[in-house]
């Protein structure tokens, strides 16, 4: 499935992302992590931070000076947290026992 985000409302200062997907589903994306890695550390000053767009036809956002951007798609995956969800991923463990 393919999402498409209507809204972002970036919050500079704890460096994450609130998004709305045209689905109403909301997630926030949080960021704190992957700023002390390559590319991304150019994202840790707030100003630029918050220089954040949604990418063409909502499937992405951008940080169009910095070459920056991720797929609305992975977002959803990676900070979406839904009952079925959990579910799904406690159905689908492997327990190994010695």
Same mark, same amino acid.
């Given at each position: ?14 460096? @994450? ?11 926030? +994306? ?16 707030? +100003? ?42 406690? @159905?689908? +463990?492997?327990?190994?026992? @010695?």
């Amino acid at each position: 499935m393919f999402y498409h985000i209507k809204t972002i409302n970036p919050d500079a200062n704890n460096y @994450s992302i609130k998004i709305t997907y045209s689905d109403n589903v909301v997630i926030t +994306a949080d960021f704190k992590d992957l700023l002390e890695k390559g590319v991304m550390t150019l994202l840790k000053n707030p +100003a630029v931070f918050g220089q954040v767009q949604i990418g063409d036809k909502g499937r992405s956002i951008v940080w169009q000076k910095q070459d920056i951007d991720f797929c609305a798609d992975s977002l959803r995956l990676k900070f979406y947290h839904s009952p079925e969800k959990t579910e799904i991923m406690a @159905s689908s +463990a492997v327990t190994y026992t @010695s």
